[in-house]
């Protein structure tokens, strides 16, 4: 997802049920709510109780949490964090400034990006696409991307048989950017990839960055396209 996709699909208004300066709580005592509705929260946030099924849900200034057993369409955040429980189906996950956090067995159909945070997956969890962030660490435990995992300024960490059926990409740093400092040089980000996982696809680096590879084969499928290394 471009960024220019993404804020305008969290930015978006036209959703059936919105309100201004409070949480939203979908589910429990609540008997007013309908399954597949869309619920949107400007300087509040979205809390859905367990085994609802709902439409798009989306926060500005506010945090998005979803219960176990909860599935949804769209889930956009903007300054606020996605915090899901186990069994959790989605079609995609976005947020702006926020980091996405899934406990087991989420499903996730497209893809799942952050601008600035950090993306963390429990156990058994399944992604359709791909996996994106600029500022922000990657962390998948026992999970399987059905495409790349990329990153600009964050390190990535495959643990307990994950599976990336793409690239892992760390994408070339901009220097006129805010975070485009030279300290960066001597603290690069890192890859840390277990002997249990495996990347199906390449290994493609656009900027210096520290391996941890305990797979000495996939060390063959690192390609170092920075200044200096082509």
Not at 11 to 35: E, P, Q, R, W
């Amino acid at each position: 997802m471009t960024l220019t996709k993404l804020k305008t699909a969290v930015l978006l208004t036209a959703l059936t049920l919105s309100t201004s300066g409070c949480i939203i709580h979908v589910g429990g005592n609540d008997d007013n709510d309908s399954d597949n509705a869309e619920y949107s929260s400007v300087f509040g946030g979205v809390d859905v109780s367990e085994n609802k099924q709902v439409g798009d849900l989306s926060s500005v200034n506010g945090n998005i949490t979803m219960q176990d057993n909860v599935s949804a369409r769209d889930v956009n955040a903007v300054n606020g964090n996605i915090e899901i429980g186990n069994y959790a189906q989605v079609n995609e996950l976005s947020t702006v400034n926020g980091d996405i956090q899934a406990q087991t067995y989420l499903s996730v159909k497209r893809d799942v990006s952050t601008v600035n945070g950090n993306i963390s997956f429990a156990t058994n969890s399944r992604v359709g696409q791909d996996v994106t962030t600029v500022n922000g660490d990657i962390k998948l435990t026992q999970t399987f991307i059905g495409d790349d995992v990329k990153t600009r300024n964050g390190s990535i960490t495959l643990a307990q048989s994950s599976v990336v059926e793409g690239d892992i990409e760390f994408e070339s740093q901009d220097d006129s950017s805010w975070w485009g400092d030279k300290t960066r040089e001597h603290n690069p980000p890192t890859l840390t990839i277990d002997e249990s996982s495996d990347v199906k696809g390449k290994i493609i680096l656009h900027q210096v960055v520290v391996l941890e590879i305990e797979n000495q084969a996939l060390l063959a499928k690192v390609e170092r396209r920075y200044k200096g290394q082509e």
